[in-house]
């Protein structure tokens, strides 16, 4: 499968319109396309009505315009350059595939346990998805996204009359920016929704510890105590001495296989699970230090392990603090 293909979609979502180019669709979802589109999330839109030029790499952008080519005996889109002239672009280019939103707020609702109907709260940014028994009793859960000034408000109205209902987000991000206005627990599914469209499912530990943290758990269950801040800050310790191994072992596997091969290979980052297990922690654990505001470098070194050009320079240069 193509590296984190449901990530790619819920980023896109962020983004208006949510639509992917079909050299973006190839290269984030690469061979799994055809299965978001028959899972309902991916439809295919109209094409593209403008095109980059490829012939001088000057990245100019022009609008299409079709003319009839004689030997082909059909319309063929074209650009005109301005410096390579008139350029023709291939059909295949142009293909563009949106993120229907119904579509992804069933695919959560339906891989989180959520009972349903969605229904649309405020237009094309906050949605009831249903209630899903979490922690122990029902709970009315929303999505928001493309957090903004001009909708914000309207949004935070809705959820102020329903201060114990989940908000759930595309992304780390947008779950960072919404925390901020809000005073619902606030769950980015770029963390707790697991990758491959085959195995896809909530973590519902990481949920039930949003939960516990905002005071929401079930009494009956008790309530969990409240970690103290220095062991937080050792747990991140902890994970950034191991991201810094694997980091290491990746940058002597990527030179091996370059020396072998003349090509240098990425060795797969470790799951969340994993790389928890190698800490000794759980896969809560390693959410909330990944998601915790003092752990900049762990979420450096994080996104590193995903780039082959960091991994074979760790150590040589200091990443570049954009990666964060």
């Not at 987000?169 to 963390?191: H, Q």
Request: glycine letters at 8%.
């Amino acid at each position: 499968m193509a590296p984190e293909p449901i990530r790619h979609i819920l980023r896109r979502f962020e983004l208006e319109p949510p639509v992917f180019f079909a050299e973006e669709a190839r290269r984030c979802l690469g061979t799994d396309l055809s299965l978001w589109k028959e899972s309902g999330v991916l439809k295919e839109a109209s094409p593209a009505t403008s095109a980059a030029c490829r012939e001088c790499g000057s990245g100019n952008v022009r609008r299409l315009e079709y003319f009839t080519d004689p030997a082909r005996g059909r319309r063929e889109p074209y650009i005109p350059c301005p410096d390579c002239g008139l350029v023709r672009i291939e059909l295949e280019r142009l293909r563009r595939w949106q993120i229907d939103t119904w579509g992804l707020l069933s695919f959560i609702s339906d891989h989180g346990n959520v009972r349903g109907p969605a229904t649309e709260v405020v237009r094309g940014r906050l949605w009831r998805l249903g209630t899903a028994n979490w922690a122990g009793r029902p709970r009315e859960v929303y999505f928001a996204r493309r957090y903004g000034s001009e909708t914000c408000r309207a949004v935070v109205a809705q959820m102020r009359r329903r201060p114990k209902s989940l908000l759930l987000m595309p992304t780390t991000d947008g779950a960072r920016r919404w925390a901020g206005v809000t005073t619902n627990p606030v769950i980015a599914l770029d963390s707790s929704l697991t990758a491959e469209l085959g195995s896809v499912g909530l973590d519902l530990s990481y949920i039930e510890a949003c939960l516990a943290d905002a005071g929401l758990t079930d009494p009956r269950r008790g309530r969990k105590p409240v970690r103290k801040r220095g062991e937080r800050a050792a747990k991140i310790e902890l994970l950034e001495s191991e991201m810094g191994k694997h980091l290491r072992a990746a940058q002597h596997h990527a030179q091996s296989t370059q020396e072998l091969g003349g090509t240098p290979k990425l060795l797969p980052r470790p799951r969340q699970k994993e790389l928890a297990k190698r800490t000794g922690l759980t896969k809560s654990d390693f959410s909330r230090c990944l998601n915790d505001a003092s752990a900049k470098w762990l979420r450096v070194l994080w996104e590193a392990a995903t780039d082959l050009d960091q991994v074979m320079s760790y150590g040589a240069k200091p990443i570049p603090k954009a990666a964060t």
